[in-house]
Structure formats: C-alpha cells, structure tokens
C-alpha cells in the first residue's frame, strides 16, 4: 500500500457512507434480491480502481467526485453541527496497475458506461452513488488496506488474459 496525494475529509467519507447507507437500506427492506446489489458493487468497485489510474480520465474523474463530496460534507457537517469538517483522513492507495490491469479496468469502465445507458432511473443512481463512495474511501488507510489485494486481482487477470492471446496460457 502506496500514500496517496489526495486524501479524503471525515465529512467525505460520512456522506460517502450516507449514500450506501440509503441505497442498501433500499435493497434491504425492498426484498434484498442479489441482482439488486449489482450496480452497487460495479459502482463502488470502479471507483476505488478509479483512484489508482493516475494521469487518466478514470482517475481525473475519481478526484472530481471526492471533491464533489468532500465540499457537500464539508457543508453539510459544519451546517448540522456547526464544527469544523476540514481534517484530511490519513491517505492510502490500493497500490498500481500493470499494463495488463490498466486494459482490464477500461474494459470495467466500458461495461459501466454501457450498464449505465441501459439502467433505470433507480439503478442509475445506486452506479453513481456508490461510484462515488468508492472514489473516497478507497483513498483512506483503512479501506485501501482491506482492499490492497483488488489491483493485484485485476494484474493478474489482465495477464492471464496477455498470456491467453499470446498462447503462453
């Protein structure tokens, strides 16, 4: 696990966690039907790998979205309870992606846009949302070390895949 540059605030992370909490509260009273959490997942999954593609439009938009959220924290924080909400949480990262895990991850990025197009209203915002609260809590220590194995996962596969249509499989 590499710092990162860029940390997330505490109120970042409370709102990150306030848009799971919603949603799951949705999937959970609402019948908790596993294809449900779907674009949960795919959302949360691509916006922490969204944080260790550096240099790239994946990562520009990571960033975006952790200080979209850490200024509506911010606000909404201090709003509520009057207190300051400025503390930076200690940075992680996930680590780095291999060439191979770079093609990898486009091609998530390609499925989530195209998931996207097709979803509802509903879906939309569960993808969003928990794009979201991937982009900022998988840039705290905490998550970033619970999550440090995700980049190796998606390497491997990606050289799996090299080593496929190189026929070294």
Do not use: H
Not at 118 to 141: E, H, M, N, Q
Not at 146 to 159: E, W, Y
């Amino acid at each position: 696990m590499t710092t990162a540059t860029t940390g997330a605030s505490l109120a970042a992370c409370a709102i990150a966690i306030t848009f799971m909490v919603v949603y799951l509260r949705k999937w959970w009273v609402g019948g908790r039907a596993l294809k449900d959490l779907a674009p949960m997942i795919q959302g949360f999954v691509c916006g922490g790998l969204a944080t260790i593609c550096f240099g790239g439009l994946a990562g520009w938009v990571a960033g975006c979205a952790r200080q979209a959220v850490g200024s509506i924290g911010g606000k909404a924080v201090s709003g509520t309870t009057g207190t300051p909400s400025g503390d930076t949480l200690a940075a992680g990262s996930l680590g780095r992606l291999t060439e191979e895990g770079g093609v990898v991850v486009f091609l998530l990025f390609v499925l989530l846009v195209v998931i996207y197009k097709a979803a509802s209203k509903d879906d939309k915002g569960r993808l969003l949302s928990f794009f979201a609260a991937g982009a900022v809590l998988c840039v705290t220590a905490g998550i970033a070390g619970v999550l440090n194995g995700l980049p190796d996962l998606i390497n491997s596969l990606g050289l799996s895949a090299r080593n496929a249509l190189e026929g070294t499989a």
